[in-house]
């Protein structure tokens, strides 16, 4: 006689994976925001040895540089971005990109299992959510995010310095000329 499984266990396993859905839900959206707005500075901020404390401070204040241009930690040690408002980011977001991508599953999936009667694509509704959350917050973080220039990193060219004589020099180099021939005779190419 075969065993039969008490519902109790299936039931279980399908609420904690509706439990890990929520937790997503509730989570990545948060993640999603933060990292899009800071990933560049602390990418920065990574190449100099910092202590948990002083990420924390850093953290801070590209939070609140970012997105309203005050810092809350102003030691010199401190980084403090500026300002930024770029809404033209939002298009360049990953973020915001995957977002779509989970909104278009969403969409699709649910169309499908509508027509099918039944649900075989999984999780349309559970992931078109979330692609809906990611792609807010990955928005707002780009809108924040400087992704063409950052403070900390600048570059300059020093041009060399004119000899003491005041003299310039030039050099010009040589052209050269090249010519391609084809032997030709009275009766055609040979």
């Known amino acids: 006689m075969a ?16 439990n890990v859905g929520s937790m ?12 899009q707005l800071t990933a560049k500075d ?24 970012r997105m309203a241009g005050f810092h809350i ?5 401190d980084y403090k971005p500026e300002f930024t408002f770029k809404p033209q980011n939002i298009l360049l977001s990953p973020w915001v990109k995957g977002g779509i991508g989970g909104i278009a599953y969403g969409l699709v999936g649910a169309a499908i299992n509508k027509k099918v009667g039944r649900q ?13 959350k ?27 310095k ?9 050099y010009t180099a040589p052209t050269t000329q090249t010519y ?3 032997p030709m005779s009275t009766g055609g190419m040979y």
Request: charged content about 15%.
């Open 3 to 18: 065993r039969r499984r008490s519902p109790s266990r299936r039931h279980k396993g399908a609420s904690s994976l509706m």
């Open 24 to 35: 997503l839900n509730k989570v990545a959206p948060w993640i999603a925001f933060a990292q």
């Open 42 to 65: 602390m990418a920065i901020l990574s190449a100099t040895p910092r202590t948990y404390t002083q990420q924390g401070k850093d953290f801070v204040n590209i939070l609140t540089g």
């Open 73 to 77: 930690f102003n030691s010199a040690a």
């Open 120 to 132: 075989i694509v999984p999780k349309a509704s559970l992931i078109g959510r979330l692609g809906g």
């Open 134 to 160: 990611l792609a807010f917050a990955g928005a707002v973080g780009a809108t924040f995010d400087d992704p063409l220039t950052t403070n900390s990193t600048s570059s300059t060219y020093t041009a060399p």
């Open 162 to 170: 004119a000899p003491s004589n005041n003299t310039l020099t030039t």
């Open 180 to 182: 391609t021939t084809y």
